[in-house]
Structures are given as C-alpha cells and as structure tokens.
C-alpha cells in the first residue's frame, strides 16, 4: 500500500508547478492575469510561494492553461484512467470516437472516413487541426492543394482555411486528428530527408 503524500508537500509543489506551466507556454504575468482575472501581484506570490494556493485561485488557472485541476496541484492518480470508447455518426459520412475525456484545448479523436464523393464541399471553423493516417488513403483539399496522403503521414492546417477530406480511393480511412482552439497546434517534427 502507498504511503500518502502529507498534505503540505503537496501544496508546496503547486508553486514551482504554476511557473513551469506559465514558462512552458511562454505566458508573461500580465498576459495570465487577463485571462485568469487575478492581479500579478497574486500570481507572483502564488508561483513564488508566497501565497497559499485556493481553489478560487486555482480554478481561473486551470482554465487558462487548459489542465484539470488534478494535474495543477499534482494530485496522485485515482480511479480508471482508460477512456471509453463510443463510436458515434459524422454527420457527412464515416465514425469518429473521441479520444479525450475531459473538455480542453485540444481534442483528440480516431476517424474512419468513407467515400464522400468527388466534389469537394469546402469548409471553414475556427481552430487548428493535426491529422494522421493510420491507414488507407485520404484525401485532403485545403485552399488550393489537392493532396493524397497515405499511411504515415501527417498535415497540420488552420481550419479558417476553407479544407475538406474524404476516403481517396473509394475505401474507408482511418485517422487520428488532433482539433485545437486556434493557436493550440500540434507541431509534427520529422528528421530531414537525405
């Protein structure tokens, strides 16, 4: 049986925590403290430890970057952390299954796509998108590129950029797509080509 983590341990983590999260997405202090609604001054003596973390302090936190409140103050891991899959409709043909449990930035979610025809119906929303083909063919109209990507491959795209995909060869294909509010991207990095 695990030994708990005495409570102020715990507390005294959150701090270091907060600055790491705000370095990682290069916030400054003035910029969180629009999004969060609590002055600098607070979030310096919250990162600094300075000021005891509360939950109307953490709560606005956890929303702006995206986290559950567990993971800002370093809760231990409870309960079944395997997502249950169900599939459900797209409204233009194929499945997809949420991959992600909690709501956030960014989603993830596996596709299948059928054959919607030949005649691109393009689309804009706002967001960001990150697709990856597990397998099969897709083909992916974005702007004025007409691409087929096979199993493997990636694209990444900013969804105001009218875009479209389907099956390329008749047959179902299968992805994983990462959707973010606009900014939240998904950077694929592969080692150049010799």
Request: aromatic share 6%; charged share 25%.
């Amino acid at each position: 049986m695990d030994k708990p983590v005495p409570y102020q341990a715990v507390l005294d983590e959150v701090a270091p925590r907060l600055r790491r999260l705000r370095d990682r997405r290069g916030l400054t202090l003035a910029a969180l403290s629009e999004v969060t609604g609590i002055s600098k001054s607070t979030l310096s003596r919250l990162e600094s430890g300075q000021r005891r973390p509360s939950l109307e302090l953490l709560l606005p936190l956890a929303g702006a970057y995206g986290v559950p409140l567990d993971e800002l103050v370093g809760a231990p891991e409870v309960g079944d952390p395997r997502v249950r899959l169900t599939p459900r409709p797209m409204p233009s043909g194929g499945t997809f299954v949420p991959l992600t449990r909690s709501p956030g930035p960014l989603q993830a979610y596996k596709m299948v796509i059928a054959d919607r025809g030949c005649e691109p119906d393009l689309r804009t929303h706002e967001g960001y998108e990150w697709l990856y083909v597990l397998d099969g063919r897709l083909r992916l109209v974005l702007a004025e590129h007409d691409l087929v990507l096979g199993p493997g491959e990636a694209a990444e795209f900013d969804t105001r950029v009218p875009h479209w995909f389907s099956s390329a060869d008749g047959r179902p294909v299968e992805l994983l797509s990462l959707f973010g509010r606009q900014g939240e991207r998904m950077h694929v990095r592969a080692k150049p080509h010799r």
